[in-house]
């Protein structure tokens, strides 16, 4: 009985989801949810609303409540729906903040991780460069041979050279310059 009435629920638009409702208001409901409501035992719907969201809706069996509610405990119900609903609120904003704070800390990692690679490159290209500058200077005393070792220094050194040129690059941080562009031109 509660699957159908869910499912009634969901397919019935037009009737006053935003306010509450007990037994007696059941039979202006339609008749399949009043119906199903009746099987399932159901004695009051209650909307769990806050100001940011409706969260859904509190429903009282006739197992839970013995009778039907009076003016006191509709009152009471309503406002346990009430913090109901600001504490799915609060849950939610909750959620929101440790997302944004993980989300900040991850980038203070990757800052921290680009700051690493930054030094590490400096300290590759420090060797790299006394390295290719004795190779230049074997390749200028044995000739321009293509085949010379000194010349396959060379290239390896320039390969590991713009290696280091591109780490360096993914590491630094960019500042944003805004200014006005011709988009035909774009």
Do not use: Y
């Not at 039979?27 to 119906?35: F, K, T």
Request: charged residues 25%; aromatic residues 2%; proline residues 6%.
């Amino acid at each position: 009985a509660i699957a159908d009435m869910q499912s009634l629920w969901a397919q019935t638009p037009d009737w006053p989801r935003s306010q509450a409702l007990t037994a007696p208001e059941f039979r202006d409901l339609p008749p399949a949810i009043a119906e199903a409501l009746g099987a399932a035992d159901i004695t009051a719907v209650v909307p769990i609303q806050s100001p940011r969201q409706d969260w859904g809706h509190l429903v009282l069996s006739s197992c839970l409540w013995e009778a039907s509610l009076d003016d006191t405990e509709d009152d009471s119900v309503a406002a346990v729906a009430d913090q109901l609903a600001l504490l799915l609120d609060g849950a939610a904003l909750l959620e929101r903040t440790i997302t944004a704070e993980r989300g900040l800390a991850h980038a203070e990692k990757l800052a921290a991780l680009g700051e690493l690679a930054a030094r590490i490159a400096h300290e590759i290209r420090n060797p790299v460069t006394g390295a290719r500058s004795l190779a230049q200077q074997l390749a200028r005393e044995r000739g321009t041979d293509p085949d010379d070792p000194a010349a396959l220094i060379i290239g390896e050194l320039d390969r590991v050279e713009q290696r280091v040129r591109d780490l360096l690059v993914l590491a630094r941080r960019e500042d944003l310059h805004l200014e006005p562009v011709e988009l035909g031109e774009l």
